[in-house]
């Protein structure tokens, strides 16, 4: 029994977690700047979005992926050997991109299952690689599908921006919580609750901001081994920052930690001084 796992860009994998998994494949979100598309990891990666964000008179904005895109993507899977595939996509309450997978399914007489994380970042590469980790394991598309689900509900995420005006501007937080987190130049820590984004709390400096991270995550792990991601865009030392305060807190504990610089989708809606932190309780 094989089983392909498909996910979108969104999910932040690094490098070495991508070439790790033979039957991963990624697909990259459409981004588009001033009108002309790309695609995330191929032609458009963090420093473009920068540049792009910081001229503001040039539209920055992205697309789900689409269906014609999926089902070719499936098709070929298939036709290559594989009996089954899991397609684990952004929350679709922030995109699209489940229903166009949920689409396209529907060619395949049941043999691709689609999961919403539920998430974006690792919140979506977490049940994307359990997925992975799962099929290599020798599990059927049933089976890996219902461990990505199960590792969405072990998985929280945290983030913090130094402005709400970026994820304003693409709708994926409200104007009225967009001016609240703006006034007295407070900085916002947001959470994905339910595959939302939520404002949680307001301070006054990022170094408070990590802190406050740092110390939900804590919570949200009780004293279960964990692995962790900090994500950042342009923040390079902030999230260093985190990440250290995070081993030192875990031990031994913390079974892996990344820090990866998100890619063009998710910087397009955050901004950069983005930094998040992803956790999964691994028991």
């Known amino acids: 029994m094989?089983?392909?796992?498909v996910t979108d860009s969104t999910s932040a994998l690094s490098e070495h977690q991508r070439a790790s998994r033979a039957d991963l494949t990624v697909l990259g979100i459409p981004v588009l700047i001033a009108g002309e598309e790309y695609r995330e990891g191929e032609t458009v990666g963090a420093e473009r979005i920068l540049q792009a964000l910081r001229e503001p008179r040039t539209a920055v904005t992205t697309s789900r992926l689409a269906?014609?895109?999926?089902?070719e993507t499936y098709e070929r899977l298939l036709d290559?050997?594989?009996d089954g595939i899991v397609s684990v996509h952004l929350s679709s309450k922030l995109s699209?991109?489940?229903a166009a997978a949920e689409a396209a399914a529907t060619g395949f007489a049941g043999r691709v299952a689609v999961v919403d994380s539920l998430n974006a970042g690792m919140g979506?590469?977490?049940p994307a690689l359990t997925a992975a980790d799962a099929a290599a394991k020798?599990?059927?598309m049933l089976s890996a599908a219902a461990a990505a689900r199960e590792a969405i509900g072990r998985t929280t995420t945290y983030f913090y921006v130094d402005t709400l005006e970026y994820l304003r501007r693409g709708g994926r937080i409200g104007t009225a919580k967009a001016l609240m987190g703006s006034a007295l130049s407070v900085k916002p820590i947001l959470g994905v609750d339910d595959g939302r984004i939520d404002m949680l709390e307001k301070v006054r400096t990022p170094t408070r901001g990590l802190q406050r991270l740092a110390a939900l995550a804590v919570g949200d792990a009780g004293d279960a081994p964990v692995e962790m991601t900090v994500h950042h865009l342009a923040a390079e030392r902030r999230a260093e920052a985190l990440a250290g305060w995070l081993r030192e807190r875990f031990g031994e504990r913390l079974r892996r930690m990344e820090v990866t610089e998100v890619g063009a989708a998710i910087g397009a809606h955050c901004g950069p001084g983005l930094v998040g932190v992803i956790t999964r309780r691994l028991a």
């Open 2 to 5: 094989t089983v392909a796992v």
């Open 138 to 140: 020798g599990a059927d």
């Open 80 to 82: 290559e050997g594989a």
């Open 124 to 126: 979506v590469g977490y």
């Open 96 to 98: 699209g991109t489940v």
């Open 67 to 71: 269906p014609e895109l999926l089902r």
